[in-house]
Nanobody, 121 residues
Framework: QVQLVESGGGLVQDGGSLRLSCAAS????????MGWYRQSPGKWRELVAI???????NIADSVKGRFTISGDNAKNTVYLQMNSLKPEDTAVYYC???????????????WGQGTQVTVSS
């Protein structure tokens, strides 16, 4: 029903920058929020940043001041600009969208396949 395509991960040196993108497509009546989560080996998946359809944002304390989330409602796309990257930011980053595919559907969460971000020291 809702498909997500992520892009922008890769390998970067300590202090570098990357920009992640996530585009939602398919049957979409309404998007409530779009966000980014990350998971590194042996750790729980954690929220990085989220943006609502009204452009309200919530950023994790661990990345506040370094990461910025933004969205393009017309394109159903969310971006994560990551600056001053640190080795501890290394993880698989997942896009998640809370969306209502049809007016008669409930709101559900949809996950992307994940994109690897590796920060070398």
């Amino acid at each position: 029903q809702v498909q997500l395509v992520e892009s922008g991960g890769g390998l970067v040196q300590d202090g570098g920058s990357l920009r992640l993108s996530c585009a939602a497509s398919g049957s979409i009546y309404r998007i409530i929020a779009m966000g980014w989560y990350r998971q590194s080996p042996g750790k729980w998946r954690e929220l990085v940043a989220i943006i609502t359809g009204d452009s309200l944002t919530n950023i994790a304390d661990s990345v506040k001041g370094r990461f910025t989330i933004s969205g393009d409602n017309a394109k159903n796309t969310v971006y994560l600009q990551m600056n001053s990257l640190k080795p501890e930011d290394t993880a698989v980053y997942y896009c998640k969208v809370d969306a209502q595919p049809k007016i008669t559907d409930r709101v559900d969460g949809y996950w992307g396949q994940g994109t690897q971000v590796t920060v070398s020291s």
